[in-house]
């Protein structure tokens, strides 16, 4: 009957079911009918089934045990219970043990059989021997007590907080919705043509003059466009076009004299380009693919700073996806093809950046074709890439053939790396997930531009012996910069070091993507309970706060072969770490007044830590950078970049208004002409230091939009007048844009300007 219990005891102690054994035969009454055991010692509820209807507890009289020597301890014979057994009680209160019986009636024979199985005092009436009535003294001391403030609901004035989310809330107008559906919402689908909507007036330049079209180099590439390429392209629009309109598109269609100058302007435009990724030296017209070319003059259409060349390029792009979409199910090998993804390249980057959510919203879609394609080729890993490189005895053919494979290798490693940094501004620019991971890129990076740009085979092999290069081992990739970014400052010169920086730092975006979708899951509303999260979130945070330190001194060292971009990059990475600019669009009424007062609470508690100032810091540093560059070095994704900055700088001045009052309300708080000027896009000092640890200082921005007279001392605006913070920047930092002309940056400054209407309603 009681073989398993002793079983178990023998894994525990096999001395003690021995000593066991003996007492439990003698304390066990067993009653002479036929039994079985139901449950085990694990189970409370043991009992003794019969021939019976009724069930009756297993009578056990457990014996009295020495903890310390396991023996049995016999019971004083004297020690006679004075209470009635447990089996007696058990069977007067045999509804306690049906199990028909309803369940409040057996809790209720519990407590009642309390006394009667021998307890002291009832273990559910603890405490029932204490008088809770108060007497005089007593009254007297709770009278001498402070009062404690009131905490009704009706009388209590607003907080401050709910109050400036409401006001926050009403001064959302229409204006910054709209605006925000313009610039960075999502595209409404509507039901029409949008190829016919193209062909009615975008594919005819009209009157205007070749040199809108924009500037090129003559020395950079003397191949001209012919007549039949011509001909190839409008046959392509042709094929997709409506019959109604044949007529219309081929005698509006431009002259092979504008698409030449357009073609000549890309690529004079692209080889610029820190991620250039066409070879231009083996690029030939008659052997380049259509789709190529088409995707060529497209680009530096919507490039141009004239609105009826890029409604032409835009028009072109329409027509080319179209067209590679029928072309790769046709022949599925394309998609393997080195010249079909880089013009699947360009129009993802047409689309992109052409400020319309139909194309923007399409290319975001399609972006998925290009880097699974890539995938599925290999092109990713480290083993798809030979490493080729010249020997001195190397001559005629063999040297040929070397160059051509190199070539070919390099596009792709040079193609797979933009769009890897394209993806991860596409990010940026959506809020959304990039399609590759830093972890995927074992591929080697890109060598020296002048190995890339040399002009034959001869050239190539001469530029190379020139660097008296001793490479050994495996080359360096992304993952390698980021498990150890100190090697970006010992890079060998073989590799194109601004390329490998820029492609570095956008992998750090990924990882800082990656964090703040953490941030978003795990200590949504404030909640903050799990410590081994927050732990881990904060190393998280220190390591990646330690790789852009690395990075910045490393360009510190060696500010001779990095990208230009790359100051504005570090610090536009800086300002996301610190800062989550989601929350930000929704407190700013991206969603609306409603999702607003949602998103305050959790971005009013971050305005009062030291990392919004540290964010609100690098936003500065990110206008101060903007203002460097040069107008023709200034691309959309830069504006993109300017709105995010003066997004984040102006949510804490409006924010950071909450707090203030809150401080008043409390003390009276050092006057602004106490508290010295803190000017966040100027050079670092210790007032910058000491606002951003203690939050002393009064935060400015520079206003320089008055012309510079002799003598004139600049003048600083308090981020807190949220309403001319945006004037600032209009008028400081998107104004170097106008010459773009661009539907993007004309969207986002009607955002900057909706935003500084609304916070002068709040204000």
Known sequence: MYARPLERLKRVNPVLPRRLSATMRNAVDVAPRRISLVGDLDDPSVYVSSASSDLQPLQVMTPCLDVTGLSEMPRSPRAEPRTPSVTQTWKNRSSYVDPNGPWDDAFNGIIGSSREFGFASNMFDLGNDINFVLTDPDIDFLASLPKLP?????????????????????????????????????????????????????????????????????????????????????????????????????????????????????????????????????????????????????????????????????????????????????????????????????????????????????????????????????????????????????????????????????????????????????????????????????????????????????????????????????????????????????????????????AFLYACSSLIRRYRQDQTVFLSNGNANNRERVLSDEMQHRGILQILNDARSNRERDNEHTAPESDLILEVLFMHLFASLDQMELVAGKDGPEEARLAYPSLHRWIQTSGARQAVWHAGQVLNALRKLPPEQLSNFCAVVAYHASLCIWIYGVVSQDGNDSASAKSTPPSSDQLPEVLIDGEESIETLRWISQNRGVPVITDDSEPHTAGRRLKNIPITRSGELTDVVLSTVMVKFSWKNSVLVENICRLLHALGKTSKGVE
Not at 348 to 373: A, D, H, P, V, Y
Not at 424 to 429: D, K, M, N, V
């Open 150 to 502: 009131s905490y009704d609901r009706v009388n209590t004035p607003p907080s401050p907080s709910a109050s400036l989310a409401s006001r926050l809330g009403q001064a959302t107008s229409d204006a910054v919705v709209e605006a925000f559906k313009q610039s960075a919402g999502r595209w409404d689908p509507e039901k029409h043509h949008y190829r016919a909507v193209a062909l009615e007036s975008s594919l005819s330049l009209g009157t205007t003059k070749i040199d809108g079209v924009g500037r090129f180099d003559p020395h950079i590439f003397n191949e001209d466009l012919s007549i039949n390429i011509r001909d190839q392209i409008l046959g392509v629009i042709a094929r997709s076009c409506e019959q109604d309109n044949l007529v219309h598109v081929i005698s509006a269609f431009p002259g092979v004299e504008v698409l030449d100058r357009l073609l000549k302007a890309f690529l004079t435009w692209h080889v610029a380009q820190t991620e250039s990724w066409i070879h231009l030296p083996t690029m030939s017209l008659k052997e380049a693919r259509i789709e190529l070319l088409m995707a060529c003059i497209a680009s530096a259409a919507a490039i141009s700073p004239s609105r009826p060349v890029q409604k032409f390029g835009l028009a072109i792009q329409e027509f080319l996806v179209f067209h590679l979409w029928q072309m790769s199910e046709k022949a599925n090998t394309l998609i393997r093809d080195l010249q079909f993804l880089q013009a699947f390249m360009l129009h993802l980057q047409i689309g992109t950046w052409s400020g319309i959510r139909r194309k923007m919203e399409m290319c975001s879609s399609f972006l998925g074709i290009l880097s699974n394609s890539l995938r599925g080729g290999d092109r990713y890993r480290y083993a798809s890439y030979t490493g080729l490189v010249p020997h001195p005895d190397d001559e005629g053919s063999v040297l040929e053939s070397k160059w051509k494979i190199w070539v070919r290798e390099e596009s792709f490693k040079r193609l797979v790396h933009c769009v890897y940094i394209y993806s991860s501004q596409e990010t940026l620019l959506t809020s959304g997930t990039p399609p590759i991971f830093y972890s995927e890129l074992s591929l080697p990076l890109p060598q020296a531009r002048r190995l890339w740009f040399a002009r034959s085979a001869t050239e190539w092999k001469t530029a190379f012996l020139d660097m008296q290069l001793d490479e050994r081992g495996r080359s360096p990739c992304i993952i390698d910069l980021l498990s150890d970014p100190t090697r970006m400052g010992s890079l060998s010169t073989l590799y194109d070091r601004g390329l490998a920086e820029v």
